[in-house]
C-alpha cells in the first residue's frame, strides 16, 4: 500500500495508523499524478496572472475572458500509460476526461487539439498503437460532436513502448454560467450523477505515476477506464442544464483518484469537511468495497453540489437525460472527510492532509558534460532527393490520413481546418480564436531550456501567421524518470525556458499537466524530453487569417527572421543517419518583435499567404505552400555566409513565408524585423536556386513525397 514513508507521515499527522480504505485514498492522491511532488516548487516559477485570467491553474480548466461577456475554459491532460495498455479506450477516455473538465466549468467544449508522439510505425506495436489511439480519438470526439480542430503527431524511437496521448480542450461559456470547483456552503448536498460506479479504472492515479514494463498490459488493464461517448453527450448536456437553471454551487469531474479525489478536492477548496455515503453510490457491479468505490475511476460521472431544496430539480434533470444520479453525501463545517459504509466509519481523514499534505520537494538534479556538437557533415549531393526525403519523413508529411478520421466541421465554427499552421475558429460576429499545440523534443533533447522556450514561440508563430496573438497557454509536461537525477534537470530546464518564453511574449500559463515516469522497461529507453503545450490565441477578425499555400501567380515572396547554422535536432539531420550532431537552434532576441510585426502585416490584409517555418527548415516550407501552383526562390540575398544545407533545412526559431500582392506596404509594415524578398509565386513546379544550387521540383513531386509511407500504409 502506501510507501514506509508516507505511512509514517500520515501515522503521525493522524494520530493513528490509516486503516486500507484510508491508504487507497493517501495512494492516490499523494501520488506524483495527483499531488505534483517532484514538480510543484518548479511549477511555481510560471506567471499565471493576466488581464484576461478569470480563473487560473487549480481548478478543473481555467477561465479566460473573451470579450462581450463570453469567457473561454481552456484544458490540457495525458493520457500516456493507459494509451499503451489499451490504445483505444486509453486515448478514448482521455478525450473524454478532458471534455468533462471543461463541462464542470459550466462551459460547453467547442474545440479539441491532440498532440501525440509514437515510436517509428516499423515496428508492429507501435503501427497498432497508433492506429487504435487514432481510432479511440476518433470514436469518442466524433461521437460527443466535439470537432478536433489541430493536432500533433511525431515520431521517435524514444516513444516506443511508451507512446504519449495528450489533449486539449476548449470551451465557451457566459461570464455569468461559470462554476467552480469549491464547495460553497455546510450543509449542502452532493449529487453523483452520470454513470455507474465499476471497477474500470481502479488505482489508475497511481498506476500513472510508475514505469512501464512489459507485463503491463496484463497487470495494469484493470487500471484502464472504459469510456462510452454517448453517456456523455448526455452528461454534458443534463450538467450544463443544471448549472444554467442556477443549482448547481460547485462542480467537479470524477477523473484520476475516482470520488475520493474529486469530493475530497471540492471540500478542501472551499475550507469545508464532507461526509460521504458510499452505500447510496449506484454500482455497476455487486459487492464492492468500500475501496473499490472511492478509488475507481469509472468514466462520465459529474459531482454536483446542490442546495438542499434543489435537489429534487437536479435528480429530475437527470432522469430526463437518462443517467443515473443519487444523492451521496454533504458538506459540513468540520473538516474532516468521513465515508460511511453500512453504518460504519469506512474513512476519516483530515481532509487538508490529504488533499495538500502531500510533500513536496526539488529532487537532485545533474546537468550533463557539455555536448560535442562533433564535425559537421558533408552535404549530400543529390540535394533534391534530401529534399524529398524530408517531405515524405513521417514528421513531416502530410497528416491527412489522420485528421480525416476526426469530425473538424460539427459545431460550425471552424474557420482553418486541420493540416494549417493553427486552427481558427469564430466566437463572436468576426472576433474568434485560433488554437495550435505541440513542441519539438528533439531540440528539447539537446537544450531543454531552449527546446522549451522554443516551443512557445513555435505555436506563438502558428498564431501570428494567421493575424492572432497568444492569450492563454496550458502545457502537458512528459517526462521520463523524475529520480533520475539527469531526466530531473531536462525537466527543471524545460519549465524554466516554457516559462521566460512565455513571460516574453506576455503570455500567462494557466494550467496543465505533468506526466513523468514515461519510462519502458521492454524497450530500455525514456521518452525525449517532451513539453507539449496547447496555445490559445485572439483575433478581431477571422476572415483575415490568410492560405498556408500559394494562392495568387505574381505574388512577392517575403522569408522573415533570421536563418542561421542550426541544424541540431533537425529533420534533416535525421534523415541522413546524422541525428546526433549540431546544436539546438536558440530563441533570437528580438523575437516578440517578429511575432508582433508579422500579426500586423497580416491584420493589414495584404499577406494572400502565410506558413511558420518548422521541422524541415525553408525547403520543406516552401514545398508544402506548393499545393496547387510553384514558384521560382533565389536565395542568393541571404547572408551570414551559410552553406547550402544551413539555407535549405535549418530549423532556427521566429520564421515564416509571407506573400503579397504589395510588396513595399508590407515591408514597410516589417520595418525593422529581418526579412528578404526570395521570389515570385506562379508555375507548375519550385525552383529553388543560390550562390551554389540550383533545384526544382515538380507540384507532383512534392505532393507525392507529401503522401508518403504514412498515408499510404494506412490506405
Do not use: W
Given at each position: 500500500m502506501l510507501p514506509e514513508n508516507d505511512l509514517n507521515i500520515v501515522t503521525k499527522e493522524m494520530g493513528r495508523e490509516p486503516n486500507l480504505v484510508e491508504q487507497g485514498c493517501f495512494l492516490n492522491l499523494w501520488s506524483e499524478h495527483c499531488s505534483y511532488r517532484s514538480s510543484a516548487p518548479l511549477l511555481k516559477t510560471f506567471t499565471t496572472t493576466g488581464d484576461r485570467v478569470i480563473i487560473g491553474p487549480g481548478d478543473d480548466a481555467a477561465i479566460i475572458r473573451f470579450g462581450n461577456g463570453w469567457a473561454l475554459a481552456v484544458g490540457m491532460e495525458s493520457h500516456n500509460h493507459p494509451s499503451y495498455v489499451d490504445p483505444y479506450n486509453g486515448a478514448a477516455t482521455g478525450v473524454g476526461?478532458?471534455?468533462?473538465?471543461?463541462?464542470?466549468?459550466?462551459?460547453?467544449?467547442?474545440?479539441?487539439?491532440?498532440?501525440?508522439?509514437?515510436?517509428?510505425?516499423?515496428?508492429?506495436?507501435?503501427?497498432?498503437?497508433?492506429?487504435?489511439?487514432?481510432?479511440?480519438?476518433?470514436?469518442?470526439?466524433?461521437?460527443?460532436?466535439?470537432?478536433?480542430?489541430?493536432?500533433?503527431?511525431?515520431?521517435?524511437?524514444?516513444?516506443?513502448?511508451?507512446?504519449?496521448?495528450?489533449?486539449?480542450?476548449?470551451?465557451?461559456?457566459?461570464?455569468?454560467?461559470?462554476?467552480?470547483?469549491?464547495?460553497?456552503?455546510a450543509g449542502n448536498k452532493l449529487i453523483l450523477m452520470g454513470s455507474t460506479t465499476g471497477r474500470d479504472g481502479l488505482g489508475g492515479a497511481s498506476f500513472a505515476s510508475r514505469d512501464l514494463s512489459e507485463s503491463s498490459e496484463a497487470e495494469d488493464r484493470p487500471s484502464i477506464q472504459i469510456g462510452d461517448p454517448f453517456t456523455e453527450k448526455l452528461l454534458i448536456e443534463a450538467t450544463l442544464e443544471a448549472i444554467g437553471e442556477g443549482y448547481v454551487k460547485a462542480c467537479r469531474d470524477l477523473g484520476a483518484a475516482g470520488l475520493a479525489g474529486a469530493s475530497s478536492e471540492m471540500a478542501s477548496k472551499g475550507n469545508l469537511g464532507m461526509k460521504i455515503i458510499a452505500d447510496n453510490v449506484i454500482l455497476r457491479e455487486t459487492g464492492m468495497t468500500p475501496y473499490e468505490i472511492l478509488i475507481a475511476e469509472s468514466q462520465e460521472r459529474m459531482l454536483l453540489e446542490v442546495d438542499p431544496d434543489d435537489v429534487q430539480a437536479v435528480l429530475d434533470i437527470a432522469a430526463k437525460y437518462d443517467l443515473n444520479a443519487s444523492l451521496i453525501g454533504e458538506l459540513t463545517e468540520d473538516l474532516s472527510y468521513t465515508v460511511m459504509f453500512k453504518g460504519e466509519v469506512a474513512a476519516s481523514i483530515p481532509v487538508k492532509l490529504l488533499t495538500e499534505g502531500a510533500p513536496t520537494f526539488e529532487r537532485p538534479s545533474t546537468e550533463p558534460a557539455p555536448r560535442d556538437a562533433g564535425e559537421k557533415p558533408e552535404m549530400p549531393e543529390d540535394l533534391k532527393q534530401a529534399i524529398l526525403d524530408i517531405l515524405s519523413s513521417h514528421n513531416v508529411a502530410s497528416k491527412k490520413w489522420i485528421y480525416r478520421q476526426y469530425d473538424h466541421e460539427v459545431q460550425l465554427r471552424t474557420v482553418a481546418k486541420p493540416g494549417d499552421d493553427a486552427g481558427v475558429l469564430r466566437i463572436d460576429g468576426n472576433e474568434g480564436i485560433a488554437l495550435s499545440c505541440g513542441c519539438n523534443p528533439k531540440h528539447t533533447l539537446l537544450d531543454p531550456y531552449q527546446g522549451g522556450k522554443g516551443t512557445v514561440i513555435e505555436n506563438a508563430m502558428n498564431l501570428a501567421v494567421k493575424g492572432a496573438y497568444g492569450i492563454a497557454l496550458v502545457d502537458c509536461l512528459n517526462f521520463g524518470n523524475p529520480e533520475k537525477a539527469d531526466i530531473y534537470w531536462q525537466f527543471k530546464q524545460a519549465i524554466l525556458g516554457l516559462g521566460d518564453g512565455a513571460r516574453e511574449?506576455?503570455?500567462?500559463?494557466?494550467?496543465?499537466?505533468?506526466?513523468?515516469?514515461?519510462?519502458?522497461?521492454?524497450?530500455?529507453?525514456?521518452?525525449?524530453?517532451?513539453?507539449?503545450?496547447?496555445?490559445?490565441?485572439?483575433?478581431?477578425?477571422?476572415?483575415?487569417?490568410?492560405?498556408?499555400?500559394?494562392?495568387?501567380?505574381?505574388?512577392?515572396?517575403?522569408?522573415?527572421?533570421?536563418?542561421?547554422?542550426?541544424?541540431?535536432?533537425?529533420?534533416?539531420?535525421?534523415?541522413?543517419?546524422?541525428?546526433?550532431?549540431?546544436?539546438?537552434?536558440?530563441?533570437?532576441?528580438?523575437?516578440?518583435?517578429?511575432?508582433?510585426?508579422?500579426?500586423?502585416?497580416?491584420?493589414?490584409?495584404?499577406?494572400?499567404?502565410?506558413?511558420?517555418?518548422?521541422?524541415?527548415?525553408?525547403?520543406?516550407?516552401?514545398?508544402?505552400?506548393?499545393?496547387?501552383?510553384?514558384?521560382?526562390?533565389?536565395?542568393?540575398?541571404?547572408?551570414?555566409?551559410?552553406?547550402?544545407?544551413?539555407?535549405?533545412?535549418?530549423?532556427?526559431?521566429?520564421?515564416?513565408?509571407?506573400?503579397?500582392?504589395?510588396?513595399?506596404?508590407?515591408?514597410?509594415?516589417?520595418?525593422?524585423?529581418?526579412?528578404?524578398?526570395?521570389?515570385?509565386?506562379?508555375?507548375?513546379?519550385?525552383?529553388?536556386?543560390?550562390?551554389?544550387?540550383?533545384?526544382?521540383?515538380?507540384?507532383?513531386?512534392?505532393?507525392?513525397?507529401?503522401?508518403?509511407?504514412?498515408?499510404?500504409?494506412?490506405?
Open positions: 476526461g478532458i471534455v468533462r473538465d471543461i463541462i464542470s466549468m459550466g462551459a460547453r467544449p467547442i474545440a479539441l487539439m491532440d498532440p501525440l508522439y509514437f515510436g517509428p510505425l516499423d515496428n508492429p506495436k507501435n503501427l497498432y498503437l497508433f492506429e487504435h489511439i487514432i481510432e479511440g480519438i476518433a470514436g469518442y470526439g466524433n461521437c460527443i460532436g466535439v470537432p478536433v480542430v489541430r493536432g500533433e503527431a511525431l515520431f521517435d524511437e524514444s516513444y516506443s513502448g511508451n507512446p504519449l496521448v495528450n489533449v486539449v480542450c476548449v470551451g465557451l461559456a457566459r461570464e455569468e454560467n461559470i462554476v467552480t470547483a469549491s464547495a460553497q456552503k511574449l506576455s503570455i500567462p500559463v494557466v494550467g496543465g499537466n505533468v506526466s513523468l515516469y514515461n519510462e519502458s522497461e521492454e524497450f530500455k529507453t525514456a521518452i525525449a524530453p517532451t513539453p507539449s503545450i496547447g496555445l490559445i490565441g485572439y483575433t478581431e477578425d477571422v476572415t483575415i487569417a490568410p492560405s498556408g499555400v500559394f494562392t495568387k501567380e505574381g505574388d512577392t515572396i517575403i522569408l522573415v527572421g533570421t536563418t542561421k547554422d542550426e541544424l541540431g535536432g533537425s529533420e534533416y539531420y535525421r534523415t541522413i543517419g546524422k541525428r546526433e550532431y549540431g546544436m539546438a537552434p536558440a530563441v533570437p532576441e528580438n523575437v516578440s518583435q517578429i511575432i508582433n510585426s508579422l500579426i500586423e502585416a497580416v491584420k493589414s490584409k495584404k499577406v494572400t499567404a502565410s506558413h511558420d517555418l518548422s521541422l524541415g527548415g525553408l525547403a520543406a516550407g516552401l514545398c508544402e505552400m506548393c499545393e496547387n501552383m510553384g514558384a521560382t526562390v533565389d536565395l542568393s540575398d541571404i547572408e551570414n555566409d551559410l552553406r547550402t544545407d544551413d539555407l535549405l533545412f535549418s530549423e532556427s526559431y521566429a520564421r515564416a513565408i509571407i506573400c503579397t500582392s504589395e510588396p513595399a506596404a508590407v515591408k514597410e509594415l516589417l520595418k525593422d524585423v529581418p526579412h528578404t524578398v526570395i521570389g515570385t509565386v506562379g508555375g507548375n513546379e519550385l525552383k529553388i536556386s543560390g550562390k551554389e544550387f540550383d533545384v526544382s521540383i515538380s507540384i507532383s513531386e512534392i505532393n507525392k513525397a507529401k503522401k508518403s509511407l504514412l498515408n499510404l500504409m494506412m490506405e
